[in-house]
């Protein structure tokens, strides 16, 4: 798969040459999973582009991560920790080892067109912005002051979140880390926003069991079933 999508991909020429000198003293790091259709798809073409770029090797950082109950979206060595990796591939972007901005899961536009308008400080923003927005919420260390305007913010979300998939991957992550008052608060948002849709009640389910709340997620998980019966 590697050698497939480093070969087969052709990145715009004209974006490659105004790239160059931007790239020059930026560092990235990747978090990829072989594991992820994403990461075999978009990690082969992004470093292929980069190549093409002149970054040399030491300018860039692999770091895999794992896909099971307990080290989901998590490196063996947690050099995920602090980052807000909630999607793979994430690709960062660095200068004198300040985050500039990244790319997550897949471009908006084009690998090199959206690492172009990074390097160029224009206002980019990355796939699955709800999720980055509730990252942002939980940066707060009073987040759970706050529970209580679920509904504000489940509106404010609205605007943001497209699918089930963007929260409910969120609240795994949140789940895997053992962070179980954040995950329940995110999967209770997402069931406000998706309230039909059976495996955001499913994940719901898991993170109440985790809890210990076994009567409430035994009532979730019957309701998702419902939804599969109809």
């Known amino acids: 798969w590697y050698l497939f999508q480093y070969n087969s991909y052709s990145p715009d020429s004209t974006v490659l040459a105004a790239l160059r000198p931007e790239l020059r003293s930026k560092t990235m790091k990747i978090f990829m999973a072989t594991w992820c259709g994403d990461s075999k798809r ?16 030491t300018a860039i950082e692999i770091i895999n991560v794992g896909r099971g109950d307990h080290d989901y979206k998590q490196s063996p060595t947690h050099e995920e920790r602090g980052k807000n990796i909630h999607r793979v591939p994430t690709f960062i972007v660095y200068q004198n ?3 500039i901005n990244r790319i997550v899961e897949s471009p908006v536009q084009s690998l090199e067109k959206d ?15 709800g999720a980055g927005w509730m990252l942002q919420w939980y940066s707060d260390a009073d987040w759970q ?11 404010d979300l609205k605007k943001l979140v497209l699918n089930r998939s963007e929260l409910d991957g969120l609240g795994k ?19 406000m926003l ?3 849709e059976r495996l955001a009640l499913r ?10 709340d076994t009567v409430a997620a035994n ?8 939804y599969v019966r109809q």
């Open 194 to 196: 998706f309230p039909e």
């Open 42 to 57: 978009e990690v082969p073409r992004m470093l292929k582009l980069l190549h093409l770029c002149g970054v040399p090797p």
């Open 97 to 99: 080892e300040n985050e």
């Open 173 to 191: 992550v949140q789940l895997s880390l053992q962070e179980i008052n954040k995950a329940l608060f995110t999967l209770k948002l997402n069931i």
């Open 219 to 226: 009532q979730y998980l019957e309701k998702a079933e419902r």
């Open 115 to 129: 690492l172009l308008s990074i390097l160029h400080r224009k206002a980019y923003m990355p796939k699955y912005p």
């Open 203 to 212: 994940t719901f389910s898991k993170a109440l069991l985790r809890k210990g």
């Open 145 to 155: 002051q706050h529970e209580h305007d679920s509904t504000t913010l489940a509106a």
